[in-house]
């Protein structure tokens, strides 16, 4: 499986941008713009996004929040406890590793 930055790398390649063209359609968490040098310690995992910058990859990059949130090794905001009781986060949890073992576990 590739890491969070690998995939966000690739997908940008797909759609044909280039870094500066990502870097102006995003801000960090403050309202200031990301820089190329911040894209590129995502794409080779050297740092970790915010919520907030996940979301925007989100949208320009046309991807899944839950698969970037799952890449990134931390559960979608609108999953976190709190928000989602635990028993009903055990059985989506058990239902999703069901599905997964019927299609030989991979994503």
Do not use: H, W
Not at 5 to 23: A, H, K, N, S, W
Not at 69 to 84: H, I, Q, S, W, Y
């Amino acid at each position: 499986m590739k890491t969070l930055g690998e995939f966000i790398r690739q997908r940008r390649r797909e759609l044909g941008l280039f870094g500066r063209e990502v870097v102006a359609a995003m801000c960090k968490a403050g309202g200031t713009p990301i820089s190329i040098p911040y894209l590129v310690d995502l794409e080779r995992d050297r740092r970790k996004p915010s919520d907030s910058v996940l979301n925007q990859f989100v949208t320009v990059l046309r991807l899944d929040a839950d698969v970037l949130f799952f890449l990134e090794g931390r559960g979608a905001p609108d999953l976190r406890l709190g928000k989602v009781d635990i028993e009903t986060l055990r059985d989506a949890l058990r239902t999703l590793r069901r599905n997964l073992d019927g299609r030989g576990g991979a994503l």
